[in-house]
């Protein structure tokens, strides 16, 4: 059978049409997009590079490049010197030091992150700035930890990693998520390595406030626990003590959230011996050591004086041979990592990442 030139004419225009077709449906298709995982980008204020550079290092990260710097006039300047747009960004900065321009540093340099596009922005605070000003103790008193909460917010921040807040109900402060992690997986670890006779230890609250901190660790170590009931004639002035226990014999193991001018842990050793303890140790998370703290520290009867690094203590153990310091870096890289993954951030509050 033989086709006539038009047939083979019009089978060759259907072909040439439906090729053009196929062709073009081709080129106006959408192209399928996945969308890209946010790199992480870990920035560190002024207050604790060191700090800054242990959690980027267990990170595999080389910290990102930043400019801090001041104006002639004391205004903070910050520079963010690399493309900061669609990454997941982590800003480390502790409430020590010059708290007040710290603070004002780690706004700007959420904002400035904010504003360049970061896909999202963490405040990593080691120490909370301001975390005893928490509730209107008296007439006229502010509540400034409400205050620093809401600056946070404000400045862009979308997610909040500290440490041992002075009062849990600080996370209540905030609108955005807040994860508040323990020191203690630490402090228990410490405590079973250093203190070769730790079964014969008490842990001993300073203040009724720490009665819930201590009997988690005393129930961890299986040990007791006593408390010391303190009264302040003023801020930094304790007036009496009374010691609720038994440590007669023992090793007494002050544990706290902070250690300001050591007024508190000074009267409470002394307390502790005058009831017979053996050795009096003394630890606390954060240790700020203003004023006359450090010559407190070398007077008292203390064994050891541990803190951890979430504020510097370079200086203090160049001056007091009695402080040491517990490195929880591996606990706040654990958490970035985790927050970055979409991970639980839980573990961390019972167990010490290795």
């Known amino acids: 059978m033989f086709l006539d030139h038009n047939q083979i004419d019009h089978n060759e225009n259907v072909s040439l049409k439906a090729q053009s077709t196929s062709d073009s449906s081709q080129e106006h298709s959408p192209?399928?997009?996945?969308?890209?995982?946010?790199?992480?980008?870990?920035?560190?204020?002024?207050?604790?590079?060191?700090?800054?550079?242990?959690?980027?290092?267990?990170?595999?990260?080389?910290?990102?490049?930043?400019?801090?710097?001041k104006f002639?006039?004391?205004?903070?300047?910050?520079?963010?010197?690399?493309?900061?747009?669609?990454?997941?960004?982590?800003?480390?900065?502790?409430?020590?030091?010059?708290?007040?321009?710290?603070?004002?540093?780690?706004l700007i340099m959420i904002n400035a992150c904010k504003i360049a596009s970061a896909s999202r922005v963490t405040a990593v605070i080691p120490c909370f700035p301001?975390?005893?000003?928490?509730?209107?103790?008296?007439?006229?008193?502010?509540?400034?930890?409400?205050?620093?909460?809401?600056?946070?917010?404000?400045?862009?921040?979308?997610?909040?990693i500290t440490m041992?807040?002075?009062?849990?109900?600080?996370?209540?402060?905030?609108?955005?998520?807040?994860?508040?992690?323990?020191?203690?997986?630490?402090?228990?670890?410490?405590?079973?390595?250093?203190?070769?006779?730790?079964?014969?230890?008490?842990?001993?609250?300073?203040?009724?406030?720490?009665?819930?901190?201590?009997?988690?660790?005393?129930?961890?170590?299986?040990?007791?626990?006593?408390?010391i009931h303190k009264e302040r004639k003023r801020a930094n002035e304790i007036d009496s003590m009374v010691l609720v226990g038994d440590v007669s014999k023992r090793i007494a193991i002050l544990v706290d959230d902070m250690a300001d001018t050591c007024g508190t842990f000074e009267c409470a050793s002394q307390k502790l011996l005058s009831a017979g303890a053996s050795k009096v140790y003394a630890i606390c998370t954060h240790g700020i050591f203003s004023g006359p703290a450090v010559s407190r520290i070398n007077n008292s009867p203390f064994e050891a004086v541990v803190v951890t690094n979430t504020i510097p203590q370079e200086e203090n153990m160049k001056n007091s041979n009695k402080i040491q310091v517990i490195d929880v870096s591996m606990m706040f890289s654990e958490a970035i990592r985790r927050t970055h993954n979409g991970e639980s951030v839980s573990y961390l509050f019972t167990q010490m990442p290795l």
């Open 31 to 69: 192209l399928q997009l996945h969308p890209r995982m946010p790199n992480i980008k870990v920035f560190g204020g002024s207050s604790h590079p060191e700090l800054t550079k242990l959690i980027c290092a267990r990170l595999g990260l080389e910290p990102g490049r930043v400019v801090t710097k």
């Open 72 to 106: 002639s006039n004391r205004e903070t300047s910050v520079e963010i010197n690399e493309s900061v747009r669609g990454e997941d960004v982590f800003i480390v900065q502790s409430g020590c030091g010059e708290i007040n321009d710290n603070l004002m540093e780690l």
């Open 130 to 160: 301001y975390a005893r000003q928490d509730r209107k103790d008296k007439s006229r008193a502010p509540i400034s930890a409400k205050l620093v909460a809401n600056m946070l917010s404000v400045a862009g921040a979308d997610h909040i």
């Open 164 to 227: 041992d807040l002075h009062a849990s109900q600080i996370q209540g402060f905030f609108d955005i998520p807040v994860d508040n992690l323990f020191a203690e997986p630490a402090v228990i670890r410490w405590i079973s390595l250093h203190i070769p006779d730790f079964k014969n230890a008490v842990i001993v609250s300073p203040d009724a406030g720490g009665a819930k901190r201590v009997t988690s660790i005393a129930d961890r170590l299986n040990i007791d626990f006593a408390l």
